[in-house]
């Protein structure tokens, strides 16, 4: 089984509500490139905004699911996610 996921997401199209880009148990994420203004929110969409997220940012958090909140930009974000 593999230990990490990488996920990608596209941020020149906005997202004013939270939206669930993984939804499995991980216990670190490592912001690989972040190219533009964004947040993370971990597990409920009420929870507080991580960010804005910069490129080499370790969280170090038990989770089970991650929420991006971004206005539109330009470019990625990409997420370094360790399951255990």
Do not use: H
């Not at 593999?2 to 941020?11: A, E, F, P, Q």
């Not at 669930?20 to 912001?31: A, K, M, T």
Request: charged share 25%.
């Amino acid at each position: 089984m593999t230990k990490y996921d990488i996920v990608k997401v596209d941020l020149t199209k906005a997202r004013t509500t939270p939206t669930v880009v993984y939804d499995q148990p991980g216990v670190e994420i490592r912001v690989l490139k972040a190219d533009d203004e964004c947040y993370i929110i971990l597990d409920n969409p009420g929870n507080k905004e991580i960010g804005p997220l910069y490129q080499n940012l370790p969280i170090k958090l038990e989770f089970r699911r991650i929420f991006v909140k971004n206005p539109a930009g330009s470019g990625q974000l990409i997420l370094l996610i360790y399951k255990e």
